[in-house]
């Protein structure tokens, strides 16, 4: 069983930052592909990120390209999400999730397990 525990949310003017944090439960971390999905109020579950175990590929959804960076410190058991240049639109629960055999890697079924999630919301 892996556990996965979100911080770094908060309230950020736009424009602004923030850091994510995600860390895990289990001696296996380096071989699980991590990503970050988000919900916002009345809308679909959407990929953000996601980078893979001991691969160093990473994957954006085309909204965060140039604005997010997803990185991951496999000592620590902790990945990470750097948010830049952040807007309202950004505004939603944004969840870490983690698996062994991520493909498709933007497709949220795939993930066996999800954080409780970290609000993020984006003051205009």
């Known amino acids: 069983q892996v556990q996965l525990v979100e911080s770094g949310g908060g309230l950020v003017q736009a424009g602004g930052s923030l850091r994510l944090s995600c860390t895990t439960s289990?001696?296996?971390?380096?071989?699980?592909?991590m990503a970050w999905f988000r919900q916002a109020p009345g809308k679909e579950r959407e990929f953000v990120a996601a980078?893979?175990?001991?691969?160093?590929?990473?994957y954006y959804a085309d909204f965060v390209k140039g604005r997010f960076t997803i990185s991951r410190d496999n000592a620590q058991n902790t990945v990470y999400l750097r948010m830049n240049s952040l807007t309202p639109e950004d505004t939603a629960i944004y969840y870490c999730?983690?698996?062994?055999?991520?493909?498709?890697?933007?497709?949220?079924?795939?993930?066996?397990?999800w954080g409780q999630g970290t609000q993020v919301t984006v003051s205009s």
């Open positions: 999730v983690a698996a062994k055999v991520a493909i498709p890697v933007m497709r949220a079924s795939t993930y066996d397990y």
């Open positions: 289990g001696r296996t971390f380096s071989s699980y592909t």
């Open positions: 980078h893979g175990g001991r691969a160093i590929s990473t």
